[in-house]
Structures are given as structure tokens and as C-alpha cells.
């Protein structure tokens, strides 16, 4: 079962709102930390505050980030705001847990200032529940993310990690890394936790040989 009780696609709203945000992913029981400050998103955190504290996360279809009513891609991940405090200058920092990822059906005209769209998780419907991603090799998965984290100088509690469940490592790799918009795009639509590894796996690979000169890349 997944967080907040929620069990299967029936369990969840068909109807609900979207913030598209380019390079932002958002992976079941992963957490996103945002900071709201448009009045069409105040507006959106406010209506979803009073009803179910669901949120959908979307990135803008590729080439269409700087359009103003952007095109959407066609998989987001529907969060549910946990943590929510209001700052002095009137921004809303909020953190979003995510739930299950969607299939976006049909963008629905609405009165709101914010974006909504009716959408289907059928196909996501083994999200409601951890994998152990068991068939994972995890010393080659935590070689390259160490790899890649050295070159580009990040501190990581590498005990911490080693500690974690094979999913948590990969999904919190998949929205922290600061792969282009494409690349997060391509691992939020993998399937299954072995797919979502092995792309990972292999943007980390091609990142750490494209900045290291002796090491060729594959």
C-alpha cells in the first residue's frame, strides 16, 4: 500500500490540477520541495489545501519550456502536499510526497488560473507498493553514482546511502541529479524500478566519461 492509505488507481482523483515545472520529476514516495510564489499556483495550493492535497507535477513538453500555456509531456506524478508554510512576502513553501505516476488524458477547460487535466494511472498501478528491486545489482548502481559524484564535487553521506532501499536510492538519484529535462523525462517513464536503474545507470555512465578524459565512454 502506498502512503496515505491510497491502494489502487480508483483510489485517486481523474480530474486534477497541474504545475509544469521543467527538470522537476517527481517519483512515488519521493519528496519535492517547492517554492510557490505565481498567484495562479498561491491560488492552486490554496484550493488544494481545502480539499484532497493533491497536486499533479508535470515537466513542459520538450522545445516548449518558454511558451507561455506550454505543451505538456505526457507522464507527470500526482503528490500530496505534506509539509506546508506560509513566509512573510506571501510565498508558500510546500513539500509534495508523490504518490502515483500518470498518463495525462485531456486537458480540461476550467475557470481556475491554474492548468487541470483529467488522468489515468493505469499503468502505473504497481506505484502503490515499494519494489526491492531485487535483480538490481547495487554495487554497480552505487560505483557509478560514487563515480559521478566525485566529479562533479557533491558531498554525499554515503553511509546514509548504502542504508537505503534499493528504490529510495534510485528515485532520489533520478530527481536530484542535474540531468537535462529530457533525461528525467525519460527515467520518470520507465516502467519498472529495473528500467528506471539501468537508464540511470547508464546517464551516469555517459556523464562521468563525457568529464573524464581518460575514461572512454561506452
Not at 519550456?65 to 500526482?78: A, I, K, R, Y
Not at 539501468?198 to 561506452?218: C, K
Given at each position: 500500500?502506498?502512503?496515505?492509505?491510497?491502494?489502487?488507481?480508483?483510489?485517486?482523483?481523474?480530474?486534477?490540477?497541474?504545475?509544469?515545472?521543467?527538470?522537476?520529476?517527481?517519483m512515488?514516495?519521493?519528496?519535492?520541495?517547492l517554492?510557490i510564489?505565481e498567484?495562479?499556483?498561491?491560488?492552486?495550493?490554496?484550493?488544494?489545501?481545502?480539499?484532497?492535497?493533491?497536486?499533479?507535477?508535470?515537466?513542459p513538453?520538450?522545445?516548449?519550456?518558454?511558451?507561455?500555456?506550454?505543451?505538456?509531456?505526457?507522464?507527470?506524478?500526482?503528490?500530496?502536499?505534506?509539509?506546508?508554510?506560509?513566509?512573510?512576502?506571501?510565498?508558500?513553501?510546500?513539500?509534495?510526497?508523490?504518490?502515483?505516476?500518470?498518463?495525462?488524458?485531456?486537458?480540461?477547460e476550467?475557470?481556475?488560473?491554474?492548468?487541470?487535466?483529467?488522468?489515468s494511472?493505469?499503468?502505473?498501478?504497481?506505484?502503490f507498493?515499494?519494489?526491492?528491486?531485487?535483480?538490481?545489482?547495487?554495487?554497480?548502481l552505487?560505483?557509478?553514482l560514487?563515480?559521478?559524484?566525485?566529479?562533479?564535487?557533491?558531498?554525499?553521506?554515503?553511509?546514509?546511502?548504502?542504508?537505503?532501499?534499493?528504490?529510495?536510492?534510485?528515485?532520489?538519484?533520478?530527481?536530484?541529479?542535474?540531468?537535462?529535462?529530457?533525461?528525467?523525462?525519460?527515467?520518470?517513464?520507465?516502467i519498472?524500478?529495473?528500467?528506471r536503474?539501468?537508464a540511470?545507470?547508464?546517464?551516469?555512465?555517459?556523464?562521468?566519461?563525457?568529464?573524464?578524459?581518460?575514461?572512454?565512454?561506452?
Amino acid at each position: 500500500m502506498s502512503a496515505f492509505g491510497y491502494r489502487k488507481p480508483g483510489d485517486l482523483p481523474q480530474a486534477i490540477p497541474l504545475f509544469p515545472l521543467t527538470s522537476a520529476i517527481l517519483m512515488p514516495r519521493g519528496v519535492l520541495a517547492l517554492n510557490i510564489f505565481e498567484p495562479r499556483y498561491l491560488n492552486m495550493i490554496d484550493d488544494a489545501l481545502g480539499g484532497e492535497r493533491l497536486i499533479g507535477m508535470v515537466q513542459p513538453a520538450m522545445g516548449d519550456e518558454g511558451e507561455p500555456v506550454p505543451q505538456l509531456c505526457d507522464v507527470g506524478t500526482l503528490g500530496r502536499i505534506t509539509s506546508f508554510n506560509e513566509t512573510e512576502d506571501g510565498r508558500y513553501l510546500v513539500t509534495l510526497t508523490g504518490v502515483c505516476r500518470f498518463d495525462v488524458e485531456q486537458e480540461l477547460e476550467v475557470d481556475s488560473p491554474y492548468r487541470q487535466a483529467l488522468v489515468s494511472y493505469e499503468a502505473f498501478a504497481d506505484d502503490f507498493a515499494q519494489s526491492p528491486g531485487r535483480s538490481i545489482d547495487r554495487g554497480a548502481l552505487l560505483a557509478s553514482l560514487k563515480t559521478y559524484a566525485a566529479l562533479h564535487g557533491f558531498q554525499v553521506d554515503w553511509n546514509a546511502v548504502e542504508q537505503a532501499p534499493t528504490e529510495t536510492i534510485i528515485n532520489v538519484a533520478a530527481q536530484i541529479c542535474p540531468f537535462d529535462a529530457a533525461s528525467k523525462q525519460a527515467l520518470l517513464e520507465t516502467i519498472t524500478l529495473e528500467e528506471r536503474a539501468r537508464a540511470l545507470v547508464t546517464l551516469l555512465e555517459w556523464d562521468s566519461a563525457s568529464n573524464d578524459p581518460d575514461r572512454p565512454i561506452q
